[in-house]
């Protein structure tokens, strides 16, 4: 069995079932970026003629935020937008921060189609009347692309915006919006208590749009072709393409465009894993727990995936075939006692008690009361903190314990054999640590 503790390297990128709106295989002369010249004859940087007729067309699309909320964009941007009518000048957060280490959509996008970012910004920032745009990034390669593509960039594309680009150091918490706030003010790069929000009052306690990287190139596309085409792929409820980081199955990890509502099983089928080897998966990056062979019968759009108890997130899907998911939930439970932000009280206790429950049923340690008050942490502590870190832990603790029940008990008699050898025992479970064109 293979152990994901060392950082995968090479990255699959491919559009498949939909034509691509956001991937590219290729770009001109062989270059890994895409230049100011290749976008631009692409249609990129049109001029918009108008800020409303904009702001409907994304309101007619249903695009709901890609980083992990899934929160109507058009909503968004239209509070911020009256919010700034009422007061002081918006601003734009796109958000790229992306500290979940099981996707990497943000960094390719960032560092491969950086004006697609840009553009997107560019878009959201004159529907609110912003003056502001602000690159929020931890990773280096990524703000250096942004930053090159910013140089290309002349004053009539920008029409007076200022655009600028805040690196941080990387961590879980870091891409919370409230966090980007934060440090974009001066401070850590930490969640602070809501209310406000900061469509209220963020950055220089301006009204603030912060969205991520993904769901602001849908922009582009947006205003070339409007909410009408974009809803030609995708559900009712679930519109458009997503990008999907698929880890696991020992196979190098892959980023796919795909349409909302493709069954899950072509997804395997594309990356080339057989349904009967999968066990289960880890939904949505770290936050949105773990499901048993059900997914085999699920598509992947919102709606479904909430009818499981579990959700889309970020799009990242990470596959479990020989892994024992005891291992994988203690995993990724240790991981959230690592990265909180150690200034509530209930995550930082509550994340180190759920750990270590795991943890002692992935070694043979636990209990039945430890396993009973592992199911009460999992119920009683969502919702307190200044973020949603407690509450992705209490969704791991609850999964494991209702969808693998089995494996539960077995491990209360003896630990399985993949535990007892350590084949899995990852600090970062299904890490993508760096992206790398084909």
């Known amino acids: 069995m ?128 912003a003056e502001t745009v602000h690159l929020y990034v931890s990773d280096a390669e990524s703000a ?54 900061p469509f209220q009052h963020g950055v220089d306690g301006r009204p603030t749009a912060v969205s991520n990287v993904e769901t602001l190139a849908n922009l582009p596309f947006l205003h070339s072709h409007g909410g009408e085409e974009f809803r030609t792929e995708g559900t009712e409820r679930s519109s458009g393409t997503i990008l999907a980081t698929l880890t696991g199955a020992g196979l190098p990890p892959a980023l796919y465009e795909l349409p909302l509502g493709i069954p899950f099983t072509e997804v395997l089928a594309l990356h080339g894993v057989a349904a009967t080897s999968v066990r289960g998966v880890l939904m949505g990056g770290y936050f949105a727990g773990l499901l048993n062979r059900d997914i085999l019968d699920a598509t992947l759009d919102h709606e479904t995936l909430r009818g499981l108890g579990s959700g889309l997130g970020c799009g990242a899907i990470s596959l479990l075939t020989t892994e024992c998911p005891v291992a994988v939930a203690a995993s990724v439970l240790t991981y959230f006692d690592r990265e909180n932000a150690g200034q509530c009280g209930s995550c930082f206790n509550g994340t180190a008690a759920m750990a270590a429950a795991a943890r002692g049923l992935r070694d043979g340690l636990a209990t039945a009361e430890d396993l009973t008050r592992l199911e009460r942490w999992s119920v009683v502590l969502r919702g307190r903190g200044a973020c949603a870190t407690l509450d992705g832990a209490a969704n791991i603790a609850a999964s494991l314990l209702s969808r693998f029940p089995d494996e539960v008990a077995r491990h209360l008699e003896t630990p399985c054999q993949n535990c007892r050898s350590g084949a899995f025992d990852a600090a970062r479970p299904y890490e993508v640590e760096a992206v790398t064109h084909p």
């Open 144 to 197: 250096r692309r942004i930053t090159e593509a910013m140089a290309e960039l002349d004053e009539s594309t920008l029409a007076g915006l200022t655009v600028g680009v805040r690196t941080v150091e990387p961590g879980y918490v870091a891409g919370e919006e409230t966090a980007a706030v934060r440090a974009l003010n001066g401070g850590p790069a930490l969640p602070s208590d809501k209310p406000p929000r």
């Open 2 to 129: 293979h152990t994901t503790s060392e950082p995968i390297r090479e990255l699959v990128v491919a559009a498949a079932h939909c034509r691509p709106r956001l991937l590219r295989t290729s770009f001109e002369g062989g270059a890994d970026v895409e230049g100011l010249a290749e976008y631009r004859n692409g249609g990129g940087y049109r001029r918009l003629e108008s800020a409303d007729a904009l702001l409907a067309e994304i309101e007619r699309s249903g695009l709901l935020g890609r980083g992990g909320a899934a929160f109507p964009l058009g909503t968004k941007l239209r509070s911020v937008r009256d919010a700034g009518r009422r007061g002081r000048t918006p601003v734009v957060v796109a958000n790229g921060e992306e500290g979940e280490p099981a996707s990497a959509k943000d960094k390719w996008l960032m560092r491969h189609r950086p004006h697609l970012v840009l553009d997107g910004a560019r878009l959201a920032a004159h529907l609110i009347a």
